[in-house]
């Protein structure tokens, strides 16, 4: 995990690997808010329906980790985002975290063992990963 801002009450992290996002699950709660780039689908005026990247700031009510498509769905109410003709405040949204995204977790206030389990995620990440080769 990258830790890319840290200005609290704001800290904004790009989950590397399955790992890092297990941690933002024990890390994310409800009443938090989160702000990442997503996708959402509106209709058209010729009634066809249409996605549209934006970038959303939820209050988190739900969190919903999936083993078998490997994500986080962070569920909420929006509370501002942009463009501001695709997004509409107080409608429910998910942010799905994947590896690569740039998450920004807004939290009142940050607990320190929290902090500390971001802190352990980051060490964890630049850890060399075992490479065995076996040779006949």
Request: aromatic share 6%; proline share 4%.
């Amino acid at each position: 995990m990258r830790i890319i801002k840290r200005a609290l009450p704001v800290i904004g992290v790009v989950p590397e690997t399955l790992d890092d996002i297990w941690h933002l699950e024990k890390v994310i709660g409800k009443g938090d808010l989160a702000t990442a780039k997503s996708e959402r689908r509106f209709k058209t005026e010729s009634g066809k329906s249409d996605r549209k990247t934006v970038k959303v700031k939820i209050v988190v009510e739900e969190m919903e980790y999936h083993r078998d498509s490997r994500k986080l769905r962070l569920l909420g109410k929006i509370v501002e985002g942009h463009p501001e003709e695709y997004v509409t405040v107080g409608s429910h949204h998910t942010i799905e975290v994947l590896p690569g995204l740039q998450l920004f977790i807004e939290k009142m206030p940050w607990k320190k063992y929290l902090l500390e389990r971001l802190k352990h995620a980051v060490e964890a990440s630049r850890k060399p990963k075992l490479l065995i080769v076996v040779m006949d």
